[in-house]
């Protein structure tokens, strides 16, 4: 969620002028459903299917969802900032897929957020883990539990709100493209 939320804001703050919303506006990102997909699968797996199925079918789906984003990515790659969005995506695929499908999380972060104590035989997308492997890719930062959205985040999640911000901010400086007139 809190990826989500400083994404929105970072997109935001592009459009201060009625010509960089129009320049936005005219944006088109090819297979955005993709995204949808993966957002709506994480969501429900996350939030209901996960406690009523396997652990490795929700690892398995998780790491799904990640190859969707990384198809849209690739299709929309001549983007600005795009890029960077794709190396945020790649740190956290290799860190999930590093540890069976799971965000390997900072025990001291998780902690810190106020997130509860979780059952390690039921799915999630993100979890303090015993011995995780890439760890420093993992979610190891934290919003503090006393602050709106608390939660932990990773290097890759920083990376992605960074690339999602250049992109609008780079869009919405280009110039709207005139129509030419014949005469």
Request: with cysteine; charged share 15%; glycine share 8%.
């Amino acid at each position: 969620m809190i990826l989500l939320v400083l994404t929105a804001i970072g997109v935001g703050s592009a459009l201060f002028t009625v010509e960089r919303m129009k320049r936005l506006a005219q944006l088109e990102l090819r297979h955005l459903w993709l995204v949808w997909v993966a957002i709506v699968s994480q969501v429900l797996l996350i939030k209901y299917v996960g406690p009523h199925i396997s652990l490795g079918l929700g690892n398995a789906i998780h790491l799904g969802t990640y190859a969707l984003c990384l198809v849209f990515l690739w299709r929309n790659r001549e983007l600005p900032g795009m890029w960077l969005i794709a190396v945020g995506a790649g740190c956290n695929l290799a860190a999930i897929t590093a540890n069976g499908g799971v965000m390997p999380a900072d025990a001291d972060a998780w902690r810190a957020a106020g997130l509860p104590e979780l059952d390690p035989e039921v799915f999630q997308n993100s979890r303090a883990v015993a011995e995780p492997r890439l760890a420093f890719l993992g979610d190891v930062f934290h919003i503090p539990a006393e602050w709106p959205l608390s939660n932990v985040f990773s290097v890759g999640d920083v990376l992605i709100v960074i690339g999602g911000t250049y992109l609008a901010h780079a869009w919405c400086r280009r110039p709207v493209p005139t129509e030419r007139l014949e005469l």
